[in-house]
């Protein structure tokens, strides 16, 4: 069975910290996104990525960058964290086109 | 962008067939749709994929029409435990997965 592992359940970072969202899957899937979800907004995509080093954006991309050095591995950054990225983030992999998401069990961020 | 749209909330009693569809004006030729659950506090799981006409597995059916503008994911004879938020995925293209805003549905003893 997938499994995508998001580093924290819940975060709590100051106003212009810097902050790093860990997700690792271990399926050897080629696509790994970020997401983010707030109340009445639904999912909306970050990055996206379809291989290692490789990024691409999401429909909300500003304030975020991405990293993904390992095909394992994605991570979202917030360079200077401000409290309107107060949000549930979730990850999640796929191993192809048009195969299905996988999710991980989200990683709730909250800045002060 | 194209948009998927969905309605917001739905309520239901035990043992009754839930109809929820999904509508997707600017769905690209080669793209599938995907429904999704998700509960409190957990990400989204996959509940049923298809391209076109009917599919079905152990929990759900899945109508596509010709068009492919809409589709509809009908759950058979609900439970409490299907309470839950029920999401659309529209592959657009290559490139970016766009979730519709979710349909919540409560299921009533």
């Known amino acids: 069975d997938v499994k995508v592992t998001q580093s924290s359940r819940y975060l709590v970072k100051r106003t212009g910290e810097k902050v790093f969202l860990e997700c690792v899957q271990d399926?050897?899937?080629?696509?790994m996104f970020w997401y983010r979800q707030d109340p009445g907004l639904g999912l909306r995509l970050i990055y996206f990525?379809?291989?290692?080093?490789?990024?691409e954006k999401g429909d909300i991309p500003e304030g975020y960058s991405v990293s993904r050095e390992k095909k394992e591995r994605f991570s979202l950054i917030l360079e200077s964290a401000s409290t309107n990225q107060t949000s549930m983030y979730l990850c999640?992999?796929?191993?192809?086109?048009?195969?299905?998401?996988?999710f991980g069990n989200g990683t709730r961020l909250t800045v002060t | 962008l194209a948009k998927t749209t969905q309605p917001i909330s739905m309520d239901s009693y035990e043992g009754q067939e839930v109809n929820i569809t999904c509508s997707h004006n600017?769905?690209?030729?080669?793209?599938?749709i995907t429904w999704y659950q998700q509960f409190p506090s957990q990400g989204p799981r996959f509940i049923i994929q298809?391209?076109?006409t009917k599919v079905t597995n152990e929990v759900a059916s899945l109508f596509i029409p010709a068009d492919r503008k809409s589709s509809t994911l009908s759950l058979p004879r609900v439970s409490l435990s299907d309470t839950a938020v029920y999401y659309c995925l529209v592959a657009l293209g290559t490139d970016k997965l766009i979730f519709g805003t979710g349909t919540r549905l409560q299921v009533f003893p």
């Open positions: 600017n769905i690209a030729t080669n793209d599938y």
């Open positions: 990525s379809y291989d290692v080093k490789m990024k």
């Open positions: 999640a992999s796929s191993s192809e086109n048009n195969s299905p998401l996988h």
């Open positions: 298809g391209y076109k």
């Open positions: 399926m050897d899937h080629e696509n």
